[in-house]
């Protein structure tokens, strides 16, 4: 079992930065990968970005390619999304999530394991 708690998420402004945290307990996650999606009421979950096990390999959503960084310190055992030129349409409530295969998979479905979620808010 693995438990995922985000952190880091608030109200700000367009052009703002924020850095999410996912701290994890019950297992390490230098063995996953991880993802951190988001998802707006009424719409489905969608994929932001993704790491793999050792850190070396990152996946993008185009929607936040260049402005979105996401890292794991294993040592930590914590992820981070690193969020910069947030725009008002990146308002959503973010979740980290692991997954126990190999590769980054941009859907939820094979994720096995999530957290309750960070609200994060950006102004016009």
């Known amino acids: 079992q693995v438990q995922l708690v985000e952190s880091g998420g608030g109200l700000v402004q367009a052009g703002d930065s924020l850095r999410l945290s996912c701290a994890a307990s019950?297992?390490?996650?230098?063995?996953?990968?991880m993802g951190w999606f988001r998802q707006i009421p009424g719409k489905e979950r969608e994929f932001v970005a993704g790491i793999s096990r050792g850190g070396s390999n990152t996946y993008y959503a185009d929607s936040v390619k260049g402005r979105f960084t996401i890292s794991r310190d294993n040592a930590k055992n914590t992820v981070y999304l690193q969020m910069n030129s947030l725009k008002p349409e990146d308002t959503a409530v973010y979740y980290c999530?692991?997954?126990?295969?190999?590769?980054?998979?941009?859907?939820?479905?094979?994720?096995?394991?999530w957290g309750q979620g960070t609200q994060v808010t950006v102004s016009s």
């Open positions: 019950g297992r390490t996650l230098s063995s996953y990968v």
């Open positions: 999530a692991v997954d126990l295969a190999f590769a980054i998979a941009t859907t939820p479905t094979p994720y096995d394991y």
